[in-house]
């Protein structure tokens, strides 16, 4: 995980999401899903590149299966973008970055 991209953890998901002024865009993932790893980099890129204007974490669903299963994830890698701390939009499965950039700017 880079500098950019915030790991999330059942210790601190609460308050990171509900304490930023920013978007969140949350990857529920596992080191085992091939397409949560295709999709990494492109996380990456979009932290990089909408600083300031969303911020994107990770939550391992194997360390975190808690979190996993409070917010219904049956497939991996899904997607949640929260706002003040809900969540307002949600995608399953690999996407082209520029879907994931079309959900961050429909939400900002």
Do not use: H, Y
């Amino acid at each position: 995980m880079s500098a950019n991209v915030i790991e999330l953890t059942s210790e601190n998901f609460s308050e990171k999401i509900s304490n930023s002024a920013l978007p969140v865009l949350v990857d529920f993932w596992a080191s085992w899903c091939g397409p949560c790893l295709m999709l990494a980099p492109v996380l990456e890129e979009l932290a990089v590149e909408m600083e300031g204007k969303v911020l994107v974490g990770k939550v391992n669903v194997d360390e975190n299966r808690q979190l996993a299963e409070q917010f219904g994830i049956m497939s991996i890698p899904t997607l949640i973008l929260f706002r003040d701390g809900q969540e307002v939009s949600r995608i399953v499965g690999l996407r082209p970055k520029e879907e994931l950039v079309k959900m961050i700017n429909e939400a900002t």
